[in-house]
Each structure stands twice: as C-alpha cells, then as structure tokens.
C-alpha cells in the first residue's frame, strides 16, 4: 500500500486553518488530516514556519519538541 502524497500546499493549507481557528500547528495534527509521511509533512511543516511573516509572532514560529 503506497502512502498518499502530500504536498506543501496541502501542509501549509491545513497549517493556516489551524492558526486561523487558534490552534497549535503540529506534525502530528497535520499527519492526523492529512496522512502520508511524517518526515515529508515535518519539512514542509518547517517550511511553512520559515514563510510566515514576522508579526505571527514567536508563538507560532517556534516548533514545539518533540512534534515540531
């Protein structure tokens, strides 16, 4: 079975709606949505947090350990 496909637009669409909604943004959230694998949604995980603009705030921009 292979695993689906996901992409960094889908991660960073979740992502938004998350941080829209006033939840934390985690690999795991992400992966309970999306599924596929976790490494692929950690880097594009990474990958939306190095995108987002300064005034997010520190809150938002820092990975939480250990789901970042």
């Given at each position: 079975?292979?695993?689906?496909?996901?992409?960094?637009?889908?991660?960073?669409?979740v992502?938004d709606?998350?941080?829209?909604?006033?939840?934390?943004?985690t690999?795991r959230?992400i992966?309970?949505?999306?599924?596929g694998?976790m490494?692929?949604?950690?880097?594009?995980v990474?990958?939306?947090r190095l995108?987002?603009?300064p005034?997010a705030?520190?809150?938002?921009r820092?990975?939480l350990?250990?789901d970042?």
């Amino acid at each position: 079975m292979a695993e689906r496909v996901v992409t960094d637009e889908m991660i960073f669409a979740v992502a938004d709606r998350i941080t829209a909604e006033g939840g934390k943004v985690t690999v795991r959230v992400i992966w309970a949505e999306l599924g596929g694998s976790m490494t692929t949604i950690n880097r594009g995980v990474q990958r939306w947090r190095l995108n987002l603009p300064p005034e997010a705030g520190p809150d938002v921009r820092t990975p939480l350990f250990p789901d970042q």
